[in-house]
């Protein structure tokens, strides 16, 4: 057995296995499948200091290899999530992540600060695609990315990871202004904008119209991001994209990332996090290395 354990910007995980936002709700569902220590960290679904509807259904469409989502950030707030989730959350000897969002860099502020110091880290979600302010038009601009960050790290009482979106020119770019706002870590990527059109009634199957893609169909993409953010920061990487085995892991791992996240794969397969955390330590043992640290960034380019 490998030693799996893995720092992420000052907070040890005992292996580097975490959920992607939204896709693992506040984790009760899937705790009647495995026990929730069992995972390096927990990243919760996004909160925000209201309570969110979201988008009007569907809001779910799939596609090849992949699922477009326009949920948009429905969620019961952070008061609520505070007095009916976390105290639960805590018998789990794993760290958990908070997913902030907002419309407003106020927003933002705001949540961070309801949530204080009760959370082991903070994951500034500037990249979601699917509402009409904030999210990705936040971390689409660079500008925007390091002011939003500097203002809530201001405030943050935990390591704060800044979650990028791949729907830039040059996610390096995007990437440093993140790191000059003060982010602790950067996770990526969240879900490529994309359109699924009904032949039938010739309209777009989402009633959002665009949706976010994800699952097999983006990793890829999101491979050669975390090797492109590599190249351009320092800070730690939780890479994401697609992830529904070992071997897709190791990718990730490869080409810079400290640790993953599996998201869509978790939704065919709830046992998919356990799974992918088994198949890193079966790679790591086959190949002759103690730690997973080891093979952090050991892509060799051709
Ligand atoms: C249904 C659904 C809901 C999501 N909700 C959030 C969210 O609330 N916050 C966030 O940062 N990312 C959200 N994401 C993006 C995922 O966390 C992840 O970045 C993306 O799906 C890529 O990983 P995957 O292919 O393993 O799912 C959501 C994705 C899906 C499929």
């Known amino acids: 057995m490998a030693d799996l354990k893995v720092n992420i910007a000052g907070v040890e995980w005992k292996n580097p296995v975490t959920t992607g936002s939204g896709t693992f709700g506040f984790g009760r569902e899937y705790a009647e499948y495995f026990d929730l220590s069992e995972l390096g960290a927990v990243c919760l679904k996004a909160l925000s200091a209201k309570p969110r509807l979201g988008n ?3 809001r779910i469409a799939e596609t090849n290899d992949g699922i477009l989502n326009s949920v948009g950030l429905q969620n019961p707030g952070a008061e609520h999530f505070l007095e009916n989730e976390l105290e639960w959350l805590r018998k789990f000897d794993t760290k958990l992540i908070a997913n902030l969002c907002g419309s407003t860099v106020e927003d933002y502020v705001e949540v961070a600060e309801m949530l204080g110091d009760k ?3 903070l994951e500034l979600n500037i990249s979601c695609p699917n509402v009409k302010v904030g999210g990705m038009a936040f971390g689409t601009d660079p500008k925007m990315v390091e002011e939003v960050t500097s203002k809530v790290k201001a405030v943050a009482k935990a390591p704060l990871i800044v979650k990028l979106s791949p729907n830039v020119t040059d996610i390096a770019e995007i990437a440093k202004a993140a790191e000059a706002g003060g982010a602790d870590a950067l996770s990526l990527i969240n879900t490529l904008l994309g359109m699924k059109i009904d032949i039938k009634t010739r309209r777009p199957v989402l009633n959002n119209n665009t949706g976010g ?5 983006v990793m890829p993409v999101a491979v050669r991001m975390v090797h492109r953010v590599r190249q351009a920061v320092k800070l730690p990487i939780i890479g994401m994209g697609g ?5 897709d892991a190791i990718e990730f791992l490869l080409a810079g990332a400290d640790a993953v996240a599996v998201g869509t794969a978790g939704i065919v397969d709830p046992y998919a996090w356990i799974k992918v955390r088994n198949g890193i330590n079966d790679y790591l043992d086959q190949n002759g290395y103690k730690s997973v640290k080891e ?3 050991k892509l060799e380019l051709n």
Do not use: Q, R, T
Request: no cysteine; net charge negative.
């Open 119 to 121: 959370l082991d880290m």
């Open 213 to 217: 893609l994800s699952g097999p169909a």
């Open 243 to 247: 992830i529904a085995s070992g071997e």
């Open 56 to 58: 009007k259904s569907p």
């Open 295 to 297: 093979i952090v960034g």
